[in-house]
Each structure stands twice: as structure tokens, then as C-alpha cells.
């Protein structure tokens, strides 16, 4: 027999360090990296991890914070699996070519468990020839690489991916959704067999726990405990088992989280239960191991619901835009996909449409609504040589426009790619109770293990059941629910007063903002025109001016016209004709009107006078050669936007207004509600770099803002505010969405959040003095399990009821 074989048998089993399963007996795969000799337990982790050794990449093992995936046994040799996507049809579906010949394709990839393996697939694909740019979106799971096909083919690039693990597939929307709803339906399973065990040992828990006060004979206590036995097995081995496989992953890494000391407390009570049941002695506790399960899976299934409802996709805004076009082919009109357009192909884009791609017009005029980009109702006039934008839409006649390129290359593909950026960039506050948890958990650990040896040498048959009750009286479960519960009140206090909460950690920063910027159009402002002012220039009486004015824009689709469409219309209007970039002509009684612009006007009646010099958009009327009047318009500010910006300033907030007018309307505005610091004409990355300055300089910065252009904002914010009138993805982006437009709801929210941080460290504080006094007491052996059950329900109801007083409407 070999000398080292019995020492070898009592050694503890090695580690795969690729993916950390265990390395069976006998095997010898190691390879060297970082100059050790690192144990592998397959082919597959020794083919991966010598790939990412070979590149220079070993510093990965060092960021990783969990182990990688098992890869297959063998792993493939080459991409002829992948040789179908080298078919420029079917990569169509989920990739593009630019105008320099180069594709940019989108990647689902799966295995992927934390930042490291972000860094490690974008510095190995960066290597690879051809290769100008790889990133990967952790949320997503979404790896988007730019490449030059004809130094490296799209099925390399899936080889690759493959040889280091991860499972790769083309990304579609659906696809992610899929995987989404998969995962949301397992766990709404859980939280439902957790919610019907619960009800139903809690039935069995009144029957033996009345049973011990009044007598109970021993075979239906048995009963009663065997069938709380089996229904409460189900629920720990099916509900909670997210917190042991996340409790022993974190483990093996030598980190403490909050799921260890969960885990722990449902295990031991579950296993003292069940040995209670089995040697009929002692207590049971199987209704505070299903009742503590459901709570916590309910608390986190609801998180979890509110970011899956709110994930947005990069398809998202491209899905606004058609899917077939209008081209000029062989000198002839034909309808084409619109992923098949290139640059200096010839579109036509009808009055109505939406603009597939950035282009040049090429022949035409006309007018586009750029509130995407800008949030402006008013649109833009267009000639030959203007540029127009993709997710713009053209209002008032066809055109014919020369493609700049790709979607990819679009102005609303860069937005797009902004609320990305803004996504994974915002920095997630963590909560107060995982910042103390993450200190609490180990001493948890240390005084149940403590106990546990002094009992053993004082009383070895107390020694279990005393430690079990120190460890379930010092349970963090009032910890754990100190700010959830607090947050979800707040929740529900405001969804109550018209506010719909999306990101939980935005009431913490909503609490502390020293900074509220505002948006004007449509924030500040109604973001529809209406009638300011009558300037009247001839014999026709006020009444006249607006009924000739309703009926001729009745004919019209520009933005104008919404202005006029509650006022009663003249009748006889005959002839109507819409001069695009011009106004109206129509035919009444024999004389002939003109409605638009100044010149349009003049070129019928020259004695025309100039726009007043008020800051309004004006418009004439004319009859003949007489005119008739100048009629201003403005975009109303709302009427609670003054008291709004005077309670921000009285809480000692700087308010600032951010606009992508270039006009002079918005000095004017915060002149009118005294707000000092204005910039105008921002794009939208402009507001998201101003945002990110304040943030740098030690700023808490809420924004407010509505349309497609805040999105970028709005996402980089610490918190922030859609209207009810926000474009989906502004509302996506938005931490609280006033559902009923009142700006009122921003103080409403504002001091909610300050009362709901009150009440969080006011239950922190109450968690942790429980703690500080029940820990010793059931040290001593003076509480008994049951005891113990009891006291940590209590505390955790405590921490609820004191969390319900933030339904309460807050105080003025």
C-alpha cells in the first residue's frame, strides 16, 4: 500500500479553480497561472482556463467575484457549428453593416455571473483582428462587437465566445424577454407554494400550540406534526432554495451576505423540527421556517416584478421606426425592408410618415416633429439639403431624402445607446440595512458558535436547542425587513396620491437632494400651444378673427392648429388650399384668406405690420390685401410650477432648468418662476454631462423631465421624475412617474421620502437593540426556541407596523 495514501484520503477535496466544482480523486488536469498550478476537474475548464491564461488575461480570477459556469466536456475545435451565421440573410436578424463595410452584431450570452466576466469578454474579443469594439451590458447579458467580416467571420466570433464558456446566440428582444418570463414564473411558483404552506402550518401550528396550553393526546400531536413535517419540507427544499445556493456560492468565496445567516436559521429550525417530530420530543417550528420564507421571497419577487415591467431594450426605440420603405431601385419606386437600406440610397417619406433612417432631403419641403429629440411641439422646417432624423415624423408633405447609413449610425441610436450608458452607470445606493447586515451577519455566526461550545462543556443536552435559540432570536429577519418594508409603505402612500415609485433606492437620494432640475417643455409647461394674445389689425371684431382661423385650421396637420381646435369654425370656407413652410389659403364669401407665416401674408396684403415684439409665436390672418390681425401663441406654464420651484428653494435646493429650446422662452420662463440658473438649447447627452458634473462635485441631484430627449438624463439622475405625459421610455427611465401631471406630487414625493428615511433608521435602530438585548438572554439558556420564534416574529412585526405609518398623507 502506498505510504500517502491514507494521509490523501483525510485531505479535504480540491476545487476546480475554473468553475469550483470538486476535482475528482485522481485526476490531474492543473495547469499554471499566476504561477501556481491551479487544479481543473474536466477538459472543458482546463481548455477555457488555458485560453484566458494564453491571452494575458489571468487577472481575471483575481476580479471575479463568483465561479464561471462548468463549460461541455468538448468544448468545440472550430466554428462549423457557427458556419450558418456567416449568412448575411440570417445575420441580418440581429446585426447590421455599416457604410465602411464593418458589422456590428448583437450577442445574447449566458453564464455570465458578475463584472468580471464583463471585462474578461471585452478584453479577449478586443484582441482578436478585425475587432474595433466590444461591450458588454451586464443587466442585459448582451455583448454588442463591431468587426471587419473580411479579416474575421461572424461564426469566429460565436467560436470564441463558446471556447471561453459562455453559451452564445444571436440577441433578439423576444428572446430576452423569454428569458425574463421564465425566470419570473419559477419564482412567482416559489413565492406560491412558500404562501400555501404557510396558511396551511400556520393551521397546524394554532391546533399544537393550543394544544400545549390545554392538553393535546400524543397521537393527533404526532399527526399534526408529521403533516406540518412534509408541507413544510416542500417549501424549503423548493421556495427557499434561492437563499442556500446563493448562501454556499458567496460561501466558497469566503463572503458573508445576508442569505447565510437565513439559510442557517431555516435549516437548524427545519432539522430541530424534524427531529422533534422524529424522537417526539422537544418543539417544533416549521410555521416560522415557512412563514420567514414567504415573507422574504415576497419582498424580493416584488423588486423583481418592478424591473422586469420597467426593462427596456435597445429594440425598443427601433421598433418605432417601419419595417418597409419606399426606395428608388432601377429607376423605379419599390417598397424594401428598411434594414436592407444603405447610404445614398433615395427614400420617400410621405406626409404622416416617420423617418426610417437619418438622411439628407434630397427634393421637397416640409415640416418634422423632433420632440423625441427635443421635446419642442412645434416642428421643424425642412428644405433640400436639410438633414432629418430616424424617430422623427414628417407633418406636412412627401420628400425625398438620400440614406446617411444605417440605423446604428442614426441620431436615435446614439440616444438610444445614452439610456443605455445612463443604465449601467447609475450608481445603485445601497441599502442601510445590508450596509449594517454585512457587519451583523459574521458576529451572528460567531456568538451562535460560541454558545454552542460553552453549553457543550455545561450542558450537553441543552447545548443544540440554546444555540438554535440564540441564532433564531439574533435572525436578522427584522433586519431584513427594517428597510423594505419601509420603502414598500412609501410605495404604496404615494402610488395613493397619483406617484408611481419604480426605483426603491431613489427615495434614500430623493431624501438627501441638494439639486431639482426641471425640463421645460412639457415639465414646466403644458407642452401644447394655445392663444396668448389677439393683436387686431382691421374692422373684424375678435369673435371673427378665431372663427375664420378654427375653420382654416381645421384643413391643417401642423402643431398649430391644436390651438385652435375648442373654438367654434366659420362655415363657407371654400377652396382650402396647405402650402407647405407657407399657411392656408382659402376662399369665404367671395374674398380670399391667407392664414401662416409673415411673408405668406404679405405677398397678399403688403401693408402687413411686423410681428409684434412680444416673445410669442405669431401668426397672420388676412383678408385680400387688408390684414386682419396677428395672433400669438405660447406653450402654458402649469400653475403649480411657481409654488413647486418656491417650496424646492425654501428646502434648500438649488433649482436649475435644463432645455433643448434655443429660443429665448426659456430664460423668460425661469425669470417667471424665479429660477436662477438656466441653460438653453442642450442636447440630450449636454444634460446628462451637465447632471454628471453637479454629481462629481458632490451634488444629489433630481431631475424632472418628459419626452424621449430626457430619457439619458433622467436615467443618470440619483432620482427622477416623469410626467404622466412622458413619452415610455422618459417614463422607463424615471424613478417616480406623477401619473396625474401634477407637479405638486414632486413636494408630495420629496417629503415622503425624508419621513420614509425617518422611519427606516427608526427601525434599523429597533433591530439592532433587540438584538443587543435578547442575544444575551438566550445565551444564557433563559429563552427557550419557542420563545425565541415568538421574539423575532414580534420584532419583525414592530418593524412593519412602524413602517405602516407612512401611509399616512405627509405633513405640510
Known sequence: MPPSSEPASRQAPKLCYHCGEEVPSGLELAILIGGEMRPMCCPGCRAVAGLISASGLETFYQQRTAYNERPPELPPA??????????????????????????????????????????????????????????????????????????????????????????????????????????????????????????????????????????????????????????????????????????????????????????????????????????????????????????????????????????????????????????????????????QLVAGDLVLIKAGDTVPVDALVATGASAVREDTFNGEPLPRRVTAGDTIYAGTVNVEAAVQASVLGSYLESR??????????????????????????????????????????????????????????????????????????????????????????????????????????FDKTGTLTEGALAIARIELLGDASREQVLAVAAAMQQYSSHPVARAFSEL?????????????????????????????????????????????AEPLYWIALCRDSQPLAWIGLYDRTRPEAAAVVTAARQANMEVQLLTGDSSSQGSILARELGIEHVRSGLEPQQKMAHVQSLQQAGAVVAMVGDGLNDAPVLGVADASFAVASASDLARTQADFVLVDGDLHSITTTWRKARQGRRVIMQNLAWALAYNVCAIPLAACGLVPPWAAAIGMSLSSLLVVANSLRLNNRPRD
Open 78 to 339: 472550430n466554428a462549423d457549428q457557427y458556419l450558418v451565421y456567416d449568412d448575411p440573410q440570417l445575420a441580418a436578424g440581429f446585426s447590421e453593416t455599416g457604410p465602411d463595410g464593418a458589422i456590428t452584431a448583437r450577442l445574447l450570452l449566458g453564464g455570465i455571473s458578475c463584472a468580471a466576466c464583463t471585462w474578461l469578454i471585452e478584453q479577449t474579443m478586443m484582441r482578436l483582428p478585425g475587432v474595433s469594439m466590444a461591450l458588454v451590458n451586464l443587466q442585459q447579458s448582451r455583448l454588442d462587437i463591431r468587426f471587419d467580416p473580411a479579416q474575421l467571420p461572424l461564426s469566429q466570433v460565436f467560436a470564441r465566445l463558446d471556447a471561453l464558456g459562455y453559451r452564445v446566440r444571436p440577441f433578439q428582444a423576444s428572446t430576452q424577454r423569454l428569458q425574463m418570463s421564465r425566470e419570473y414564473r419559477l419564482e412567482l411558483r416559489r413565492l406560491a407554494v412558500a404562501g400555501l404552506g404557510m396558511m396551511q402550518v400556520g393551521m397546524f401550528a394554532i391546533a399544537l400550540h393550543a394544544g400545549d396550553i390545554q392538553g393535546i393526546e400524543g397521537q393527533y400531536q404526532g399527526l399534526l406534526r408529521w403533516v406540518s413535517l412534509l408541507v413544510a419540507s416542500f417549501v424549503v427544499l423548493f421556495s427557499a432554495r434561492p437563499f442556500f445556493s446563493t448562501a454556499w456560492r458567496h460561501l466558497r468565496q469566503g463572503a458573508l451576505v445576508m442569505d447565510l445567516p437565513v439559510a442557517l436559521a431555516i435549516g437548524l429550525a427545519w432539522l430541530a423540527s424534524a427531529w422533534a417530530t422524529f424522537t417526539g420530543t422537544g418543539q417544533v417550528y416549521f410555521d416560522s421556517v415557512v412563514m420567514f420564507t414567504f415573507f422574504l421571497l415576497l419582498g424580493r419577487f416584488l423588486e423583481r416584478r418592478a424591473r422586469q415591467r420597467h426593462n427596456i431594450t435597445w429594440f425598443d426605440a427601433q421598433g418605432t421606426l417601419p419595417d418597409a420603405v419606399s426606395a428608388r431601385r432601377n429607376e423605379q419606386w419599390v417598397t424594401v425592408p428598411r434594414v
Open 568 to 612: 367654434e369654425p366659420a362655415g363657407g370656407l371654400q377652396q382650402v388650399e396647405y402650402l407647405v413652410g407657407a399657411g392656408l389659403e382659402a376662399q369665404r364669401d367671395g374674398h380670399t384668406y391667407r392664414m401662416g407665416s409673415e411673408p405668406f401674408c404679405r405677398g397678399q396684403a403688403p401693408g402687413l405690420a411686423h410681428a409684434p
Open 412 to 517: 436615435l441610436a446614439a440616444l438610444q445607446r445614452s439610456v443605455e450608458q445612463a443604465q449601467t452607470g447609475k450608481p445603485r445606493l445601497a441599502r442601510l440595512a445590508d450596509r449594517v447586515a454585512s457587519w451583523f451577519v459574521g458576529a451572528i455566526l460567531l456568538i451562535t458558535t460560541g454558545t454552542a461550545l460553552v453549553w457543550s462543556q455545561l450542558a450537553p443536552e441543552q447545548a443544540f436547542w440554546i444555540a438554535l435559540s440564540v441564532l433564531v432570536i439574533s435572525c436578522p429577519c427584522a433586519l431584513a425587513l427594517a428597510t423594505p418594508a419601509a420603502l414598500t409603505s412609501a410605495a404604496s402612500a404615494l402610488r395613493a396620491s397619483g406617484v408611481i415609485v419604480r426605483g426603491e433606492n431613489a427615495l434614500e437620494a430623493l431624501s438627501r437632494a441638494t439639486h431639482l432640475i
